[in-house]
Every structure is written in structure tokens, then in C-alpha cells.
């Protein structure tokens, strides 16, 4: 026999951490857990998570309605004819009447196709004064509801700059 002295590390199994299917369970068990439905615009650093995102249905149909009708025609990469296109609409110089059908036919034709469970009820729009430039800005007021998950009465506020 060997008289050499064998190192034996001693470790504890206790802090080995813990299993995913033990943290799942943890998580169930708790009942603490968080939905994240999609990512918040615009973007912010989270807390909990690298991006901060909407927590529930109605703030997430919110935001992408908001998108909806902020994005024009040909800044969505693969989706060329995603928007409402409002863009065009608010450098041409034109009656405060034409302006607002015109822009409440190209809400509601966006929001029929990409967002079809979203009711529209009221729009409402300002045109502010010149600024320095020389540009406008159109603030945009539209009121909706989502009948699916019993959510009435939703104003959404969007500034469409003049280029």
C-alpha cells in the first residue's frame, strides 16, 4: 500500500443549485408568475427581463395599435403595405374636413386588415401651429374598443410630424 495522502474535495450537494423542473414547480406553486406578451415600445431597458414588455392583453393591443397608425408604407421590412400611411397625408396642404376622412379612411382600412378584432369608434385631430422649420405636427385622437376581451372606451393619442 501507498502512504500518500489523497486530497478528497467534500462538497456539499446543497448548493448545487436548482433543477429547472425544480424552479417550474417553485413558479406554479407560488403562483408568481408574469405573462410577457410582447415587448413594450419603445423600447426600455427592464428590470426583470432585458426589455421591459406589456403585461397584459390591453396594453399590448394598445402598442401595436399605436405602431399601426404610426407606420407608413414602406418602413415595415417583408410588409410593405403595413400602416396607415398618415405620413403623406400630413405634408399635403389641405382642408381640415379632407384631412380627417381622408385619415379616417386610412385608420380604418389599416385596422380592418392587420387588426381586425379592434372596433374604432371616434377620431378626433389638431393641427398645431408651425414650428420654426417650418414643419406641422397633426395629433390624432382615436377612441376603441376590443368587444373579445370586454374592453370599451380605450383613447390612444399619436403626433404625426410633417416632413
Known amino acids: 500500500m501507498n502512504d500518500y495522502?489523497?486530497?478528497?474535495a467534500v462538497k456539499s450537494f446543497k448548493s448545487a443549485g436548482k433543477l429547472a423542473t425544480d424552479i417550474e414547480r417553485e413558479r406554479i406553486n407560488n403562483?408568481?408568475?408574469?405573462?410577457?406578451?410582447?415587448?413594450?415600445?419603445?423600447l426600455q431597458l427592464g428590470s426583470d427581463i432585458f426589455l421591459t414588455t406589456n403585461?397584459?392583453?390591453?396594453?399590448?393591443?394598445?402598442?401595436?395599435?399605436?405602431?399601426?397608425?404610426?407606420?407608413?408604407?414602406?418602413?415595415?421590412v417583408g410588409r410593405?403595405?403595413?400602416?396607415a400611411n398618415l405620413r403623406e397625408l400630413s405634408t399635403e396642404r389641405m382642408a381640415r374636413e379632407d384631412f380627417d376622412?381622408?385619415?379616417i379612411a386610412r385608420i380604418s382600412s389599416a385596422v380592418n386588415r392587420w387588426?381586425?378584432?379592434?372596433?374604432?369608434e371616434d377620431f378626433e385631430s389638431n393641427m398645431d401651429?408651425?414650428?420654426?422649420?417650418?414643419?406641422?405636427?397633426?395629433?390624432?385622437?382615436?377612441?376603441?374598443?376590443?368587444?373579445?376581451?370586454?374592453?370599451?372606451?380605450q383613447a390612444l393619442e399619436v403626433a404625426i410630424y410633417t416632413i
Open 101 to 103: 376622412n381622408e385619415a
Open 80 to 83: 410593405f403595405d403595413f400602416g
Open 31 to 42: 403562483n408568481t408568475s408574469v405573462i410577457h406578451f410582447g415587448i413594450k415600445t419603445p
Open 129 to 153: 401651429q408651425e414650428f420654426l422649420d417650418g414643419n406641422t405636427m397633426v395629433r390624432i385622437k382615436i377612441t376603441y374598443s376590443i368587444p373579445q376581451i370586454s374592453v370599451v372606451n
Open 55 to 76: 403585461r397584459d392583453v390591453q396594453s399590448q393591443i394598445k402598442d401595436n395599435l399605436r405602431n399601426l397608425v404610426q407606420t407608413n408604407w414602406g418602413e415595415r
Open 115 to 120: 387588426m381586425p378584432y379592434v372596433s374604432l
Open 5 to 8: 495522502l489523497i486530497n478528497v
